[in-house]
């Protein structure tokens, strides 16, 4: 564990009824491999197909079926563990994990125990009150997914359903270093965030593409560890908040209590925000884990992973660090633009021969928040990079005010076009010509004697006039130009 780690943060702490308490949470994060096969069949692994339709002979565990090892599937766990900067172990080896389930033909998994494809790394964690977080990668290993059984489509008999069979999973485990709800949750952002600039894992929560085991335990600062309880299989980054939130609070209450934490398997229930019991947590012996003597130990060299390391793409620090110094864009507004990929990618378009710091803006307050509002992702934006460079280059002309490119890009997203375009036919020009202007502004100054005279002692009040005369234009006046001539005009 690294030293930032282990230092209790008192910020952090729960309150119980007799003093503070620490919680410790660490992961174990399930990512499906992004691979158009199976990890050892050709079986393809695209989401939904009728039942047992992705399933070839291997996946179904008929007898005298061999394992294949797919390539791609290793070179995605070593492009993962070098981008979780761990080290990747040269030789490693497949394990038989023997269960019995009724969607797991084989009666065993294929995973890697004691010798895994990737070892100790480190993912940097930045959080929204400025705190950064390190937190410890233990391992990486590629094992099997199991099918699916399901139990609501009869009455008396469940079905099972083989598509996932055989699917590659990395399992991401991280060390005890996380200490609230808030840092797992930006964990789990940040691992999601580096897996999808990879391109390894698609990250879909939804579809059960990447999904969190959240070891939980509490304890007093500064003593050893507590006894874990592992809540399954969290699909979703806010479930995963609330399962470390209402679990340390159970352990608390029961510790307070007399009790003592029995290490165990939970489930989290969305509906009713609590963890539940599910299994006494079994230990790794109970699994009777042996080599795989259907596989080779899996073994490369160090120019192979050199030639993974050389294709690899920029992620989402190194990215960050050139928004913030060739862009100089602060580190909150780096940290919400390369969060996702396909956001950072839009601003970079936008901010192509444009101030940096004025697409950012427009990026992320106007069309993200409007994008949010409605549900949207900025690959289906309905303003393209080009339409939204275009209007922040119209204001920046002085064609138009803010205030109208606000309006514009509305038109915009609602109607399409090109912004010149539209700025032309409806006349949203802004008005620089000075007689246009003066005429409204003497206009407004006669029709208000009284607080044309007031303005003098109250200049304050000169705001009210630029008001009037903006509205007056329609908003089309240049607002510099308003706020002079009336100066002039009033004499403040
Ligand atoms: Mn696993």
Redesign the pocket.
């Known amino acids: 564990m690294n030293q930032a780690a282990a230092k209790p943060r008192t910020s952090k702490l729960i309150k119980g009824a007799t003093g503070d308490w620490e919680i410790v949470v660490g992961m174990?994060v399930?990512a499906q491999v992004t691979s158009h096969a199976k990890l050892f069949s050709g079986a393809p692994t695209g989401f939904g197909g009728a039942p047992n339709d992705h399933v070839s002979l291997v996946d179904a565990a008929m007898p005298g079926m061999l394992p294949v090892i797919n390539g791609e599937c290793v070179a995605q766990a070593v492009r993962t563990g070098l981008g979780l900067d761990a080290e990747i172990n040269l030789r490693s080896v497949f394990d038989r994990k023997n269960y019995f389930y009724p969607d797991l033909p084989q009666g065993y998994?294929i995973?890697q125990y004691k010798q895994p494809i990737v070892g100790e790394g480190t993912v940097t964690v930045d959080l929204a009150d400025g705190e950064t977080v390190t937190v410890g990668i233990e391992r990486l290993?590629l094992?099997q997914d199991a099918g699916k059984s399901i139990h609501d489509q009869h009455a008396t008999m469940s079905f099972v359903d083989l598509n996932r069979s055989g699917v590659a999973?990395m399992?991401i485990v991280s060390k005890p270093d996380i200490r609230s709800a808030d840092q797992a949750k930006a964990f789990l952002t940040k691992l999601r965030s580096i897996l999808r600039y990879l391109g390894t894992c698609d990250g879909d929560m939804e579809k059960g593409n990447l999904r969190a085991?959240v070891n939980v335990s509490v304890r007093r600062p500064g003593e050893p560890l507590g006894t874990r309880c592992e809540i399954k299989n969290v699909n979703s980054i806010r479930f995963v908040g609330q399962a470390i939130d209402f679990e340390a609070r159970r352990q608390v209450g029961l510790i307070e209590d007399g009790g003592t934490v029995e290490q165990e398997t939970r489930l989290f229930d969305p509906g009713r925000g609590e963890t539940r019991s599910m299994r006494s947590k079994e230990e790794a012996h109970d699994y009777r884990y042996f080599p795989d003597p259907d596989l080779l130990p899996l073994e490369f060299d160090q120019a192979y992973v050199d030639q993974l390391a050389a294709g690899l793409p920029e992620l989402p620090d190194a990215r960050k660090e050139r928004f913030v110094g060739a862009f100089g864009l602060s580190p909150y507004d780096a940290d919400v633009l390369v969060a996702e990929k396909e956001n950072a990618e839009y601003f970079e378009a936008v901010a192509e021969g444009r101030d940096p710091k004025i697409a950012a803006n427009w990026v992320i307050n106007e069309l993200a928040g409007r994008l949010n509002r409605e549900g949207r992702e900025i690959a289906d934006s309905p303003v393209s990079t080009e339409q939204l460079g275009a209007i922040i280059d119209l204001i920046g002309e002085g064609t138009i005010s803010g205030k109208i490119a606000k309006d514009l890009f509305e038109i915009v997203w609602a109607e399409g076009g090109d912004p010149r375009v539209v700025v032309d036919e409806r006349g949203m020009k802004q008005v620089t010509d000075t007689g246009a202007i003066e005429a409204l502004v003497d206009e407004i100054i006669a029709a208000n004697p009284d607080k044309a005279r007031q303005v003098r002692e109250k200049p304050a009040m000169l705001g009210w006039f630029v008001g009037q005369v903006m509205k007056a234009s329609q908003g089309k006046a240049n607002p510099q130009a308003v706020n002079a001539l009336l100066k002039e005009k009033l004499g403040v």
Do not use: K, M
């Open positions: 174990e399930h998994q995973s290993h094992e999973l399992e085991d």
